[in-house]
């Protein structure tokens, strides 16, 4: 798991300096910015001190003038755009879309105006389109789904934005974060919009750390250096223990009847419900009234993504009714484990409970991309992945 520590707020480029800290390659991360990168900059990364905690501090050196980057203000259409630049996969580009819709969302209802029609400001800026596009490939190299934070210290003070001087939490932040606990401790903006995007977004559980055996503590650093709190984002990576972890998890079933649309609608359809949030989505044929064949949607999401995967079932189906129970469930404990083999690296997923070891599969799409790249085909490459963890666990 992933445990988010707020004592000091968040931001983009704090949550990427500590997933970097945690050990996610930096030339990994500008590979899957892709275009973006090149076009628009370098990316770095550097150890500083805050408050004398050693952290890494993530940048982006624009080579673009300033006037044409981070004080325009971007339009969605055109941020949708730039994603599409980058080299994330298909899936993470969607779930980046999803995030900066969010966004604009929020924005749209502060400000009543159509969603098209928003002006992203601070946040439309190059930097924080690094910063969002960066985070869902960091997430989607740890592989980790069970990420958990504390509340958030949202600061205190008045910040300036493009609409005026504000308190904080400023008006976009504020919307982003209803319905997570949140305290206020400190003189200046702690939390930014980008930060709570991505920790509201990614977070399945919000309170004290759970009892967890701890392997590795990644540090995050903000901009600022003030003497009397590190501004730092602490991440610590670990595993939760056995009686203290998905027993008792709570989550939310939602099912939906249709009988009346388009079926190449279903694809898209549950590609933007994995993006906003789903943690698994399933359809399965039933007879409905009048003899007429049907489908039912079923989604499993945490209690939080219940009103936003709601609001995609009636954007992009035909229901007209969705119903839904909470209960709790117990899961395995899931980690990612990647091996080295003749065509390439491949991830393994692995199920334990405890120290035993109850499934391992190599990741298929590892699988499928090595097996376009070499010219052979998938069931070899899985072959020679399983062989080559088989082979590494007997030395």
Same mark, same amino acid.
């Given at each position: 798991?992933?445990?988010?520590?707020?004592?000091?707020?968040?931001?983009?480029?704090?949550?990427?300096?500590?997933?970097?800290?945690?050990?996610?390659?930096?030339?990994?991360?500008?590979?899957?910015?892709?275009?973006?990168?090149?076009?628009?900059?370098?990316?770095?990364?550097?150890?500083?001190?805050?408050?004398?905690?050693?952290?890494?501090?993530?940048?982006?050196?624009?080579?673009?003038?300033?006037?044409?980057?981070?004080?325009?203000?971007?339009?969605?259409?055109?941020?949708?755009?730039?994603?599409?630049?980058?080299? @994330?996969? +298909?899936?993470?580009?969607?779930? &980046?879309?999803?995030?900066? *819709? %969010?966004?604009?969302?929020? !924005?749209?209802? /502060?400000?009543?105006?159509?969603?098209?029609?928003?002006?992203?400001?601070?946040?439309?800026?190059?930097?924080?389109?690094?910063?969002?596009?960066?985070?869902?490939?960091?997430?989607?190299?740890?592989?980790?789904?069970?990420?958990?934070?504390?509340?958030?210290?949202?600061?205190?003070?008045?910040?300036?934005?493009?609409?005026?001087?504000?308190?904080?939490?400023?008006?976009?932040?504020?919307?982003?974060?209803?319905?997570?606990?949140?305290?206020?401790?400190?003189?200046?903006?702690?939390?930014?919009?980008?930060?709570?995007?991505?920790?509201?977004?990614?977070?399945?559980?919000?309170?004290?750390?759970?009892?967890?055996?701890?392997?590795?503590?990644?540090?995050?650093?903000?901009?600022?250096?003030?003497?009397?709190?590190?501004?730092?984002?602490?991440? @610590?990576? +670990?595993?939760?223990?056995?009686? &203290?972890?998905?027993?008792? *998890? %709570?989550?939310?079933?939602? !099912?939906?009847? /249709?009988?009346?649309?388009?079926?190449?609608?279903?694809?898209?359809?549950?590609?933007?419900?994995?993006?906003?949030?789903?943690?698994?989505?399933?359809?399965?044929?039933?007879?409905?009234?009048?003899?007429?064949?049907?489908?039912?949607?079923?989604?499993?999401?945490?209690?939080?993504?219940?009103?936003?995967?709601?609001?995609?079932?009636?954007?992009?189906?035909?229901?007209?009714?969705?119903?839904?129970?909470?209960?709790?469930?117990?899961?395995?404990?899931?980690?990612?484990?990647?091996?080295?083999?003749?065509?390439?690296?491949?991830?393994?997923?692995?199920?334990?409970?405890?120290?035993?070891?109850?499934?391992?599969?190599?990741?298929?799409?590892?699988?499928?991309?090595?097996?376009?790249?070499?010219?052979?085909?998938?069931?070899?490459?899985?072959?020679?992945?399983?062989?080559?963890?088989?082979?590494?666990?007997?030395?």
């Amino acid at each position: 798991m992933l445990y988010f520590d707020c004592f000091s707020g968040a931001s983009g480029d704090m949550v990427l300096g500590a997933m970097i800290d945690l050990g996610l390659p930096v030339d990994a991360l500008k590979s899957a910015l892709g275009s973006l990168a090149i076009e628009y900059g370098d990316v770095t990364s550097e150890r500083v001190l805050r408050a004398g905690v050693s952290a890494t501090k993530f940048r982006l050196v624009e080579t673009v003038p300033a006037e044409a980057s981070t004080h325009k203000h971007y339009h969605l259409k055109h941020i949708v755009s730039a994603i599409r630049r980058s080299a @994330l996969s +298909g899936e993470g580009q969607e779930r &980046a879309v999803h995030l900066f *819709e %969010r966004l604009a969302a929020a !924005e749209a209802a /502060i400000h009543q105006t159509p969603i098209e029609r928003v002006h992203l400001h601070e946040v439309g800026a190059l930097d924080s389109i690094i910063d969002i596009v960066g985070a869902v490939y960091a997430f989607e190299w740890f592989g980790v789904d069970d990420v958990m934070a504390s509340p958030l210290n949202v600061g205190g003070g008045t910040v300036r934005c493009a609409h005026g001087v504000f308190p904080v939490p400023a008006p976009a932040t504020a919307r982003l974060l209803e319905g997570v606990p949140v305290y206020a401790d400190g003189q200046s903006e702690l939390v930014t919009p980008t930060g709570a995007l991505l920790v509201t977004h990614y977070a399945r559980q919000y309170g004290p750390m759970p009892v967890m055996t701890i392997d590795r503590i990644g540090y995050g650093a903000g901009d600022r250096d003030p003497k009397e709190r590190p501004n730092v984002l602490r991440i @610590l990576r +670990g595993t939760r223990a056995a009686d &203290a972890g998905q027993p008792g *998890e %709570r989550i939310v079933k939602m !099912e939906s009847e /249709i009988d009346d649309m388009n079926p190449q609608l279903f694809g898209p359809l549950m590609d933007a419900l994995h993006a906003a949030g789903a943690l698994d989505v399933f359809y399965t044929p039933v007879q409905m009234k009048k003899g007429r064949p049907g489908t039912l949607v079923t989604i499993i999401a945490p209690p939080d993504r219940r009103q936003a995967l709601t609001d995609i079932l009636f954007r992009e189906s035909t229901t007209i009714g969705v119903r839904y129970e909470e209960m709790s469930r117990t899961r395995l404990e899931r980690t990612i484990e990647p091996v080295e083999t003749p065509y390439g690296r491949v991830r393994f997923k692995i199920a334990r409970r405890g120290e035993e070891e109850l499934n391992a599969a190599p990741e298929f799409d590892d699988c499928a991309r090595l097996a376009a790249e070499r010219g052979v085909s998938i069931k070899t490459v899985q072959a020679a992945a399983i062989k080559a963890r088989l082979d590494g666990a007997s030395k």
